[in-house]
């Protein structure tokens, strides 16, 4: 696990991390939207289907790595071009307080 940043962001998130969702989001299917919506307090995202494949995946016991290489398997993707990808999402979804690693 690496070290939390001083500018109060969330440390980077590397392969071994273990996301999920924080206590407040929700993702679920909207029927009168018909797509996913992940809902945080004053905020509605609403992911593309790469992103909810990824997100549906974020269940705190699952690492980067073994999301990204059942997601490399399942779209037949190189697995280091998968997991650059998902860390990247995640790590962006981190910053915007979606997402925690549950090591923490």
């Given at each position: 696990?690496?070290?939390?940043?001083?500018?109060?962001?969330?440390?980077?998130?590397?392969?071994?991390?273990?996301?999920?969702?924080?206590?407040?989001?929700?993702?679920?299917?909207?029927?009168?939207?018909g797509?996913?919506?992940?809902?945080?307090?004053?905020?509605?995202?609403?992911?593309d289907?790469?992103?909810?494949?990824?997100?549906?995946?974020?269940?705190?016991?699952?690492?980067?790595?073994?999301?990204?290489?059942?997601?490399?398997?399942?779209?037949?993707?190189?697995?280091?071009?998968?997991?650059?990808?998902?860390?990247?999402?995640?790590?962006?979804?981190?910053?915007?307080?979606?997402?925690?690693?549950?090591?923490?």
């Open positions: 696990m690496t070290e939390r940043p001083p500018d109060g962001l969330p440390a980077r998130l590397d392969a071994g991390a273990i996301p999920r969702l924080k206590s407040h989001v929700r993702l679920q299917f909207s029927a009168p939207r797509q996913w919506i992940v809902q945080a307090p004053e905020r509605v995202l609403m992911p289907d790469i992103a909810v494949a990824v997100l549906k995946r974020c269940d705190g016991s699952s690492s980067v790595s073994a999301i990204a290489q059942a997601l490399a398997a399942e779209y037949n993707a190189p697995v280091d071009v998968v997991t650059n990808d998902v860390l990247e999402l995640l790590q962006d979804l981190a910053e915007k307080g979606i997402i925690a690693d549950a090591r923490a």
